[in-house]
């Protein structure tokens, strides 16, 4: 009926069985940004916000949630992940997260790199929203996938 996995022939939702597929190496880097004011960019910068170090709550609160993703989004397996990085780039009006997770195993970690990036964005947010309420996260993407049977892909 459909080419998206997580239907069935008669068009009801799935979680897809993996359980015959090969374990392999997989990675995923997502990304997104944070548009602020300077002065917001400033304290988040210096950690002076009202509720301390921003980065590095939200450095967790992106690794948590990329091991938690199984438990947000409905069909997508529980990982065992090996490894998950969150980082931080400053830009002129702006942060730029990136979010890599990695793994041996029978799926994707597509969803985790995302999860984490939007989770780690949403922290900053929540941090520094007594400095700015107007703030805008944009641009929430996958940029590359390694490994399984799709092979890589990379963002234009």
Same mark, same amino acid.
Request: aromatic share 2%; proline share 3%; net charge negative.
């Given at each position: 009926?459909?080419?998206?996995?997580?239907?069935?022939?008669?068009?009801? %939702?799935?979680?897809?069985?993996?359980?015959?597929?090969?374990?392999?190496? !997989?990675?995923?880097? %997502?990304?997104?940004?944070?548009?602020?004011?300077?002065?917001? #960019?400033?304290?988040? &910068? @210096?950690?002076?916000?009202?509720?301390?170090?921003? #980065?590095?709550?939200?450095?967790?609160?992106?690794? /948590?949630?990329?091991? !938690?993703? $199984?438990?947000?989004?409905?069909?997508? &397996?529980?990982?065992?992940?090996?490894?998950?990085?969150?980082?931080?780039?400053?830009?002129?009006?702006?942060?730029?997260?990136?979010?890599? %997770?990695? #793994?041996? $195993?029978?799926? $994707?970690?597509? /969803?985790?790199?995302?999860?984490?990036?939007?989770?780690?964005?949403?922290?900053?947010?929540?941090?520094?929203?007594?400095?700015?309420?107007? /703030?805008?996260?944009?641009?929430?993407?996958?940029? @590359?996938?390694?490994?399984?049977?799709?092979?890589?892909?990379?963002? @234009?």
């Amino acid at each position: 009926m459909s080419k998206l996995t997580h239907l069935d022939e008669s068009g009801a %939702a799935r979680m897809v069985d993996v359980g015959d597929k090969p374990q392999t190496q !997989r990675s995923a880097t %997502a990304a997104g940004r944070i548009r602020m004011s300077a002065a917001t #960019l400033e304290a988040v &910068h @210096e950690g002076s916000g009202p509720k301390g170090d921003v #980065l590095s709550t939200a450095r967790i609160a992106g690794i /948590m949630a990329a091991k !938690r993703t $199984g438990d947000l989004i409905p069909m997508c &397996h529980p990982l065992m992940l090996d490894t998950v990085s969150v980082d931080f780039t400053f830009e002129n009006d702006a942060i730029t997260v990136t979010a890599r %997770a990695a #793994l041996t $195993g029978k799926t $994707g970690v597509e /969803m985790e790199a995302l999860t984490a990036a939007s989770i780690a964005l949403l922290t900053i947010y929540d941090m520094a929203k007594a400095l700015e309420k107007g /703030m805008v996260i944009e641009q929430v993407r996958l940029i @590359e996938k390694t490994g399984g049977k799709s092979g890589d892909w990379h963002a @234009e």
